[in-house]
């Protein structure tokens, strides 16, 4: 099993900063990709940020400049660090890892999700 625990979100004002925090555990291999995604009611879930375990990164559109995404692999964390917060930035926000877990020796590869953390954006 993998567990992915997020913190921070909550309520801020436009132009204020926040940051998120995701820690994984349980039977992890390897991770290939850690990353956010954001959600609002009755919409698909959208990516944000991901980063590759080389450091690559890819952002969307909207966040570009303003949004931050770093991983510790020895931790296996990733954290959003989001400047210049908009309304339309309010959202629940779901941590996403690509891994791999082992079982009896036999390996799986997965995708898992946080529970989701919400932020909202506003005066």
């Known amino acids: 099993q993998v567990h992915l625990v997020e913190t921070g979100g909550g309520l801020v004002q436009p132009g204020e900063s926040t940051r998120l925090s995701c820690v994984a555990s349980g039977d992890i291999r390897s991770i290939s990709i850690m990353g956010w995604y954001r959600q609002l009611p009755g919409w698909e879930r959208k990516l944000v940020a991901i980063q590759s375990r080389d450091g690559t990164t890819n952002y969307i559109d909207a966040v570009k400049g303003r949004f931050t995404i770093s991983r510790d692999n020895a931790e296996m964390s990733v954290h959003l660090q989001m400047n210049d917060l908009k309304p339309e930035d309010s959202a629940i926000y779901f941590c996403?890892?690509?891994?791999?877990?082992?079982?009896?020796?036999?390996?799986?590869?997965?995708?898992?999700w946080g529970q989701g953390t919400r932020l909202t954006v506003s005066p």
């Open positions: 996403y890892v690509a891994g791999v877990t082992s079982n009896n020796n036999i390996y799986y590869a997965g995708d898992y």
